[in-house]
Every structure is written in C-alpha cells, then in structure tokens.
Nanobody, 121 residues
Framework: QVQLVESGGGLVQAGGSLRLSCTAS????????MGWYRQAPGKQRELVAS???????NYAEFVKGRFTISRDNAKNTVYLQMNSLKPEDTAVYYC???????????????WGQGTLVTVSS
C-alpha cells in the first residue's frame, strides 16, 4: 500500500525554527498535491500549507512570511520550514498527499501519523 512517514517535530523555544519532512512510499505511480495540516488540542485540524506537483503553493494567513513549503518530486517528499515559531504554533502536524496508485490508477488521499511540534514561551 501507500504510507507517509513524517519527521522533524520536537520542542523549540519561541522564535526558533524547525523543519518537517514527509516521504510517501509504496505502490505510487505519481504524487499530486501535498500539504501540511495541524491540529492543536481541542481544535479542529486546519490547513497550514499546500503545494502542487508544479510547485504552486498556498499558505494559511497565520503562517505567511514564517513558513515555507517545498517538495522533492524525485523523492516523493514534502518539507515544511518553520521559522519565527510562536507558542500558538504548538500542535500535531500532519502530512497529506494525493497519490495515484500504480497499476490500478486509483486516486487516494493519504495521511501521515502526525508529528508533535511544541513551542515554549
């Protein structure tokens, strides 16, 4: 099948930086849109940033100018560079990818397991 594996979360002080990575693997023919979402305790999951296979990007207002999403299509990997982190950025960050399955050509939306980012004040 297909899985997304995330890495890079952790504890950082306010004003610091972290870089998240997410790699898709399995029976993948192609990967289309990829994105990062986050979910803070007691809140709904929300979009942080997304990127198309052609590198068109979209950011939530609350991260514009601080976070940068990028991808390496050869590695089926998406990154999220997070700078100037704030305590309110504390959340579990999830990777999502829209993939086309090899042989069947089925479309599938896949989620990673999540990685915790904690920003201390």
């Amino acid at each position: 099948q297909v899985q997304l594996v995330e890495s890079g979360g952790g504890l950082v002080q306010a004003g610091g930086s972290l870089r998240l990575s997410c790699t898709a693997s399995g029976s993948i023919l192609s990967v289309n849109d990829m994105g990062w979402y986050r979910q803070a305790p007691g809140k709904q999951r929300e979009l942080v940033a997304s990127i198309t296979s052609g590198d068109n990007t979209n950011y939530a207002e609350f991260v514009k100018g601080r976070f940068t999403i990028s991808r390496d299509n050869a590695k089926n990997t998406v990154y999220l560079q997070m700078n100037s982190l704030k305590p309110e950025d504390t959340a579990v960050y999830y990777c999502n990818a829209a993939v086309v399955i090899r042989l069947t050509y089925n479309d599938l939306s896949v989620w990673g397991q999540g990685t915790l980012v904690t920003v201390s004040s």
